[in-house]
């Protein structure tokens, strides 16, 4: 059984398109992730939902909404792409991030490639 | 506000050698310290962590120890194999701030 799962797991589309990409995890964990790694395999927290809550929005385009329609599942919608948003994206959760129980399981990653 | 270095890459080694990847952070307070390997085309898996001083972590024949003083949680392995060949990042705290990753290639 996939724990953390991710689709699509490859995303190919136009500057200016809108995508979705969902994910998904069966662990019964609180919180959930959303990571962006870069071509030089950089990676960066991007936004963290505890409980259905967001509990971190760091410093990123309001082009990137999340929206977690419950526990399980935290999906990240991309508006007006942009040839910078390029990029490996992962989701991750973990069991309780507010009682530092912050160990996290990843997702195997949605390459999005912007032409 | 946190930070993590990692040694830069790549690094290659030959079978059975001994490995060594450093990773100094900075940190407000005693944050958890990670380290996390991905495997090509993977995603990110926990291959041990320290939560307080002192502490070691171990898995798969990797150790790293949590060293307040010299503020560094350096990956070592003994003997490693060539399925060990993978991407390597130093993490700390609970937003999990990451190191930029250390690309390892061992060679049979």
């Known amino acids: 059984d996939t724990a953390v799962s991710q689709t699509p797991k490859y995303l190919v589309t136009q500057m200016g398109n809108d995508k979705s990409i969902k994910c998904e995890q069966n662990?019964?964990?609180?919180?959930m992730y959303w990571y962006k790694q870069d071509s030089k395999k950089f990676l960066k927290i991007m936004f963290s939902?505890?409980?259905?809550?967001?509990?971190i929005n760091e410093t990123v385009p309001n082009r990137f909404s999340p929206k977690s329609p419950d526990k399980a599942h935290l999906n990240l919608h991309i508006n007006s792409l942009e040839l910078g948003d390029s990029a490996v994206y992962f989701c991750a959760s973990s069991q309780d991030f507010g009682a530092g129980r912050n160990e996290q399981y990843f997702g195997p990653g949605t390459r999005l490639t912007v032409t | 506000g946190n930070s993590v270095t990692q040694m830069e890459g790549p690094v290659t080694l030959s079978e059975e050698a001994f490995l060594t990847i450093n990773c100094t952070y900075t940190?407000?307070?005693?944050?958890?310290l990670f380290w996390y390997v991905q495997y090509p085309g993977e995603g990110l898996q926990l291959l041990l962590k320290a939560t307080k001083a002192d502490d070691k972590g171990s898995n798969k024949g990797f150790e790293a120890t949590y060293r307040k003083e010299t503020t560094s949680f350096h990956l070592e392995k003994g003997s490693v194999q060539v399925s060990d060949s993978a991407v390597y990042f130093c993490a700390l705290g609970q937003k999990l701030v990451f190191g930029q990753g250390t690309r390892l290639t061992i060679n049979p």
């Open positions: 939902y505890n409980n259905k809550e967001l509990i």
């Open positions: 662990l019964g964990h609180d919180t």
């Open positions: 940190a407000t307070g005693y944050p958890s």
